[in-house]
């Protein structure tokens, strides 16, 4: 990117913004424009400041990352919201998701994916750690559709859509599907939006859900 970016970090722990900070101002990545250790002071911080995205905990006092981030989102719908936090159960990944979160990254993670995931979300495209998608496909119930009812939603599908949804299941961004397809960007994002309708599902996260629930791909 030839601008830096505009990063507001929330997070309870000092050292850890200070680490944060340090690795994404290196090589005029980003900027930082500010800084909140709980949820109601990053609230305040965006009245009047404008990122490009927000790093965020979830485990905070005052006001944890979630619902600080279900307020944020409510009253600014294109604000970006990356959580990046410890806690991986997926008890905390449905509610991340219907609060408006683009993404999730764990605190473990490489800088390298942590850079990707941040550019990903920029750019407008949700990234979440495969970590999030190997928990949601241990966790959720199967067989929610029936058999006839399944088949019938696969047989809806074109092959090109299914081979997209495969890789959005398997961690990649749209962008990036369309690149290892081999087709323009929105082709790729008008197959997506054939497969929301198809399917009857909101965005892109719960359109993965529903097909690794019901058995609609694999991955």
Known sequence: MDEKLKIILV??????????????????FAEIIGEASNGAEFLGLIETRYPD?????ISMPVMNGLEATKKATQKYPNIKILILSMISDE?????????GAKGYVLKTARQEELIH????????DNYFTSEFIRKIKKHIQ???LSGDERALIYEKLENMEKEILRYLASGQSINESAERLQIEQSAAEKYLKQMLEKTN???TITLIMFALQNQIINV
């Open 201 to 203: 599902t909101p965005d």
């Open 91 to 99: 008890e905390h990944y449905y509610y991340m998701i219907h609060c």
């Open 117 to 124: 995931a941040i550019n990903t979300v920029t750019m407008g």
């Open 11 to 28: 997070d309870d722990h000092d050292m850890f913004r200070d680490g944060i900070k340090a690795l994404l101002t290196k090589n005029n």
């Open 142 to 144: 199967q067989n929610e």
């Open 53 to 57: 995205i927000v790093l965020m905990d």
